[in-house]
Each structure stands twice: as structure tokens, then as C-alpha cells.
């Protein structure tokens, strides 16, 4: 029982683990969904012992054991609560991105302008993704905080008013609305991991619903809208165990686990990301500040959340496992129009039959700074550019009055894609700031998480068709 996947048994799992014990055996169990089977080295029990193969009984402290034929231990029945928060005091301050009061969205200093349409832009290579393997279904295990938010509860993040995903256009009369989608059923109270298990499952439908961190809000349902209008299907949000059987058609449980390696802990990582471009231009690449960060990206997680779920856990030390979010594979396909809705802060990708193929949020200008009208085209696509800061074209930033180079990265301006645009200085491309897509608002340009960044420039290419609608 040295596996790395560590993965709760399945209610079918354990009826047939049960049905190999004594009769006395199943009625103190009682088939309770609260409970786990942990190893003796501390995981959750990964496989099913064969019939006749274990016998039933307590330990010391009057907890129920499993053990083999031998005597050796094989697992200690255990509340799920207890072994998920490992004893640990849940702390549900979990969004470190919660809005701002009067936050200068449209300050040139929150976020940068796109590069110059003759900007130095070059072409490395996108970090590379490491996809956590396939598990069995399973009851979704008990989470730090993993109760029903409320109406304005913290957890909820951003409050039940997030959950209008449409501009109401009958309050707006000057409003030209995009594509009518299917309406998604309202999220009801939901616990942490129902919520998350429908945001992976939404994932890896190429229907993102931006950062997972098990909140419900207008990502989620405009996901559910676009996976709606894609499929033909009528998907229930409140139905977990229907969105458990599709999780297990398409890649498993929602939940697995990491194992860190040495090149995860070893980087490169910068200390910090400077405010000033002078002293981001200094640094040798604007890389991930640590590997909390690196792999709440990879798993395309909040990084508060990650390490709720992982209470107590060092993310630096090599060796070390941890639970994960079950992502998949990025969505594969070729793109060849792209419908940048200003209203739902939905970005829309179609094949060439007019498919709808994938959604992602996106922050889609400003008032002050407006994204284009009409139709573009895709000029050229960039993995992990630099960006050139032209205060004469640009904006003032600080007291910057010169031409300054930042060098690629993740917590670059345009973080690990851009996508340029036939209209000068405009294009789509990733963010530092993950947690904010379809949230705030951007500075003309389309931005992105950097995963569907990436996932959608590798659909796409030169020549492909951007319309922008209100």
C-alpha cells in the first residue's frame, strides 16, 4: 500500500469490502458515506481486498480494523472529517481576492495595456502540464469549510449577486445583446467539494469556469450556459450524483493527488513581483514567486483553496504529497472564429461548422479604455513573451519615461500567451492575476487565465476570426 494515489472507495467498493465481512461487521459500518479506510502509513485505502481476504475487528482505542489473513493490518475505519483536516481548525478566509471597494480598475497601474503592434515580442516555451491520472468514483471527501454558504457568506467569495452571469437587458435599453444561451438551473447550496466537482467536471469540457475554489458564481454559470448550448444537454448543477457519473466518464473523481518533485521545489522563483516596470524590467524573468503558486496554476486552482486543502502542508519540500484538483487534459481542436462577448465576460470559440467547442471568462475592456468593435483577425500567436513598455505609446507608469524590456513569465504583464490582433495594440492573452478573470475589467484587450490562454492559443492560429458583441 505504497501507492501515490490516494482515493476514498466508492460506495460500490465498499459493499463488496463489506460483503467479505462478518455480518456484525456491516451493521456497526453501516455503510455511513462520513467514513474512510486509511492505511496504515496514512492513505486512503486505493484498492478492493478479495472476497474472504480480510477479517473485522477493533483495535485498542475500539475503532473498527481490517486485516488480512496473516494478521497484518490492511485499514482503520476513521471519520472522513477528521482525516481530510487532519485535526486542523478550518479557517474559511479562504478568497484573498474578495473586491475591493472603489478599486481603480482602469488605473494604468492595476494592469497593463497590451504590447505595441511593433513591440518585442518572443516565442519560448509555455511551462509544460503534468496531468494527474484517472480514479475511481468515489463520495466527494469532506473539505476545511465544506459546509452550505450563505447569502453573503465569505466562502461564497464575492456574495450571491455574483450569481447574475447576463446584463439584464431589459434595464438596458441601449444594450445589443450576443448569443442567447440555454439558462442554467440556479446553484443552490451547494458544499465546497459539490461545488468544485462541478467546476472540474466543467474544465474538462473545455467549458471553463476560471479558477477552482469551490464557490459558486457567474463563471460557473455562464460555464454551464455555453456546455448547454454546446451539447444540447440540460445539466442540473444541484444533482451531484449526476455530475459524479460524469465526472467518471470523462477522467475520474475531482479530487487526486501530487506528489511535489525536486524540479518543482527547485523553480527558477523570484522573491517577489515589484510594482514599478523599472524593477520588474531588472529581474531576469517574472516567474512564479513560489510553488504554491506554480502548482495552484497547474491545477488551475486558487491558491488559498490549495492550501485549505492541504492544511499545514510545506509546498517547498520535495517528496511531499498533496491533493490536487483532477483538471485532465486541455481541450483539443482547431478554432476558427472567436466571439468575444463584452456583456456575459465570456470569450466563445466555434470550429468551422459553427460548433461551439470551448468558453472561457474573460475580462473584456473597460469603460474608459473600451475593447474594439466589430471583427478582427488572429495576426500571430506568442508562448511566454516579453513585453515592451513604450510610455509614448502606452501610458505613464510611475516615473518610467523610457522604453524598459520586461522579460516572459508567468507574472509578466501579459503573463504566458498573446494572441495579437489585426488591430494595433490589441490581443488576447494570460494574467498574473487569475482570480479576477471575468470579475474586474481589463484595458481593451481579452484576458485570460493563463491555462485557457494557453488552451486556446494551441486551437488557434493566424487568420482566425475575432468579433466582438455587446
Not at 256 to 284: C, N, R
Amino acid at each position: 500500500m505504497n501507492s501515490v494515489l490516494k482515493t476514498s472507495i466508492s460506495l460500490l467498493a465498499l459493499a463488496a469490502l463489506l460483503t467479505a465481512a462478518p455480518a456484525a461487521a456491516q451493521d456497526v459500518y453501516g455503510g455511513r458515506r462520513d467514513m474512510v479506510l486509511v492505511t496504515p502509513e496514512g492513505d486512503i485505502l486505493d484498492y478492493i481486498p478479495a472476497d474472504g481476504s480480510v477479517r473485522v475487528g477493533r483495535d485498542r482505542q475500539g475503532r473498527r480494523i481490517y486485516v488480512d489473513s496473516w494478521g497484518n493490518l490492511i485499514a482503520t475505519a476513521m471519520p472522513a472529517g477528521r482525516y481530510f483536516s487532519r485535526y486542523e481548525t478550518p479557517d474559511f478566509r479562504r478568497d484573498r481576492y474578495r473586491p475591493v471597494e472603489g478599486f481603480p480598475e482602469t488605473s494604468p497601474d492595476y494592469f497593463p495595456p497590451a504590447p505595441d503592434e511593433y513591440g518585442d515580442l518572443t516565442t519560448g516555451s509555455v511551462p509544460a502540464y503534468r496531468a494527474p491520472g484517472a480514479i475511481d468514483r468515489s463520495d466527494l471527501p469532506d473539505l476545511p469549510g465544506d459546509g452550505y454558504p450563505g447569502e453573503g457568506d465569505p466562502r461564497d467569495g464575492y456574495g450571491a449577486d455574483d450569481m447574475a452571469s447576463l446584463p439584464d437587458a431589459s434595464m438596458q435599453p441601449d444594450f445589443v445583446p450576443g448569443p442567447q444561451l440555454p439558462a442554467a438551473a440556479p446553484l443552490g447550496k451547494r458544499t465546497v467539494a459539490e461545488v468544485t466537482a462541478l467546476q472540474v467536471f466543467l474544465d474538462r469540457e473545455g467549458f471553463s469556469p476560471g479558477v477552482i475554489d469551490g464557490k459558486k458564481g457567474s463563471n460557473v454559470t455562464k460555464a454551464i450556459e455555453a456546455w448547454q448550448a454546446a451539447t444540447g444537454e440540460r445539466l442540473d448543477p444541484n444533482d451531484t450524483e449526476a455530475v459524479l457519473e460524469r465526472l467518471h466518464l470523462n477522467g475520474g473523481m475531482p479530487f487526486t493527488t501530487y506528489q511535489i518533485t525536486a524540479a518543482d521545489a527547485a523553480g527558477p522563483y523570484v522573491a517577489s513581483i515589484p510594482d514599478d516596470y523599472a524593477h520588474k524590467a531588472a529581474l531576469p524573468a517574472l516567474s512564479y514567486t513560489s510553488t504554491l503558486e506554480m502548482l495552484a496554476e497547474r491545477f488551475h486552482m486558487d491558491e488559498q483553496y490549495l492550501k485549505e486543502i492541504n492544511p499545514g502542508v510545506d509546498f517547498s519540500i520535495p517528496g511531499t504529497i498533496i491533493k490536487v484538483t483532477n483538471v485532465g487534459e486541455a481541450k483539443k481542436g482547431k478554432v476558427a472564429r472567436i466571439l468575444a462577448d463584452k456583456g456575459r465576460k465570456q470569450l466563445l470559440a466555434y470550429d468551422e461548422a459553427g460548433n461551439l467547442v470551448a468558453a472561457y471568462p474573460a475580462s473584456i475592456g473597460s469603460a474608459d479604455t473600451p475593447s474594439p468593435s466589430g471583427t478582427v483577425t488572429v495576426e500571430r500567436i506568442a508562448f511566454n513573451p516579453n513585453y515592451t513598455y513604450n510610455p509614448k505609446i502606452n501610458f505613464q507608469q510611475g516615473s518610467n519615461d523610457k522604453i524598459l524590456t520586461l522579460q516572459p513569465g508567468p507574472n509578466g504583464p501579459v503573463g504566458t500567451v498573446w494572441i495579437a490582433l489585426s488591430k494595433p495594440t490589441y490581443g488576447i492573452h494570460g494574467t498574473p492575476e487569475p482570480s479576477k478573470i471575468g470579475k474586474t475589467q481589463s484595458h481593451g484587450c481579452i484576458r485570460m487565465t493563463n491555462w485557457d490562454a494557453t488552451e486556446l492559443a494551441k486551437m488557434t492560429a493566424p487568420g482566425v476570426t475575432v468579433e466582438f458583441v455587446d
